[in-house]
């Protein structure tokens, strides 16, 4: 299965690119997501907190992921 | 529901927030504005740069507009942040809050900021004279 | 010692309050507006009339900013009260206070609000189709 | 001692007039003065709250008035 992640802030440029297209096993969770985007980045391996969104709300990593949703990570927030 | 949540690249103005929120049935209203400083913990700050998330920061900002109803009796609120580079002393956020009473409005205006910087998707930058760095909050994942 | 504390006829424009509070080291600015309501207690109000004691209310807003500056840190407060007649929706009375952060300057908001009401020498009167009273407040005499 | 008497909001319109001038035996306390004001203004005499100031300060009724002092009674305030 394949998903495009949003990445964002100091993700997006550890990534170098604000979305990456990533393969996981179907059905897959959002933890899984994560995981696979972690392989493909090395500098976000040792992230203890990522935020994790599934159309562009909130979710927890157990979020199973369904074809076409928007997926998002991201670092915790400090707008204001 | 009445009510302004906008992501915008513009320089904010405050009458635009407060013409969202004005009415003839309300006494009071209250407004937060941040504004970049020129310094933090000790240090200078040249300018700020803020991203975020924009289609999930407003749907975010809207639900703090449905808190706010729930817990403060107003729908009259409203809560823009910009993004971009900002310099020193311009607004990087404005929220507003009317209600008929004061008690309401200004309880609404301070508990509207404090859920916009724990939940909303955005992201500040510090850029300094020999570098920058990204900010990022202590607050808990929003994640339900 | 900075800040504005004014009693004026003329229209309160929030931008004068902003100005006389901003600052390139303070990240925060707080503002509450009292405007005239429509209603009161169940009834229609058609304007509000306020009168005040000018000499003395402009040194008791200085006193509430002297106030705020020992509790909150913070000198960057403008307190204007307009006075004469006003029509539904304007701006009575506008408080701003600037601030390093926001927690002080909210605060300081709410504090310079509720002392006006308590101590400011300003009245208002209402008029309604069929007449008009003047509001009288029950707080404490401010007497030391 | 002559004592001019400010008075603003709903004691004015009970008044007919900004400014009373009263006499009052010297030395006056602002209790005095506030007497004086009933005496001359019926419409006052029921008053339970008066506010009292003294050189554009709140003031005790006990305060001494002097010579010249800026004088001024008025209803608890409304303001906001």
Redesign the interface.
Known sequence: MRVSVLLFARYREAAGAPILEIEVADPATLRAVWDAVRQQVPALRGEARPLLACNRAYARPETVVQPGDEVAVFPPVSGG | MPGLFRVVRESLR??QA?EAV??????????????????HDGRRVLRLE????P???E?VLSQIGREVQDRFGTGHVAIL?RIGVLA??ET??LVAVAA?H?AA??AA??YA?ER??????????EHYADGSA??????A????
Chains 1, 4 share one sequence.
């Open positions: 405050i009458e407060m004005a009415g003839p049935d309300r006494g009071a209203i209250a407004t937060f504005h941040g504004t970049v400083r020129d310094h803020y991203h975020a998330y289609a999930m920061a749907d942040h020193i002393g990087s956020v008929t004061r409005a200004l205006c301070a900021i916009l910087k724990a939940i909303a998707p955005i992201w500040k930058k990204w900010m990022e909050g202590s607050a994942d929003p994640a339900p």
